[in-house]
């Protein structure tokens, strides 16, 4: 199983840019669905942000983030990465990566339960 942990959260006015990064190891993330997915507070639903697929670097992104938010991949370091860009207060969040993704429903969803420990997003004005 792919042990996953993120990294690049902080502090940013809106406006700003962060880059998130997020480490595999444990398993390789060759022809496996990727994603970003972000919680806005303890207890709530967390929001999918955006998915790619290792194997043709095919992306897809939520409306609330697409044109704004790039994820993509190194394989050879094993480290998915999500660039923010032109933040917004609502991009508050802590972020979460998630391996072995699909699509069910209209929704993408996480495989299994377990999630890594997260990166937090602070956005202010």
């Known amino acids: 199983q792919v042990q996953l942990v993120e990294s690049g959260g902080g502090s940013v006015q809106a406006g700003g840019s962060l880059r998130l990064s997020c480490a595999a190891s444990g398993g390789s993330a060759a022809s496996n669905f990727m994603g970003w997915f972000r919680q806005t507070a303890p207890g709530n639903e967390r929001e999918w942000v955006a998915?790619?697929?290792?194997?043709?670097?095919?992306?897809y992104y939520a409306d609330s983030v697409k044109g704004r938010f790039t994820i993509s991949q190194d394989n050879a370091k094993n480290t998915l990465y999500l660039q923010m860009n032109s933040l917004k207060l609502e991009d508050t969040a802590m972020y979460y990566c998630a391996a072995n993704l699909f699509f069910r429903g209209g929704i993408w969803h996480k495989s299994d339960a377990a999630w890594g420990p997260g990166t937090e997003v602070t956005v202010s004005s």
């Open positions: 998915t790619i697929y290792s194997g043709s670097g095919v992306t």
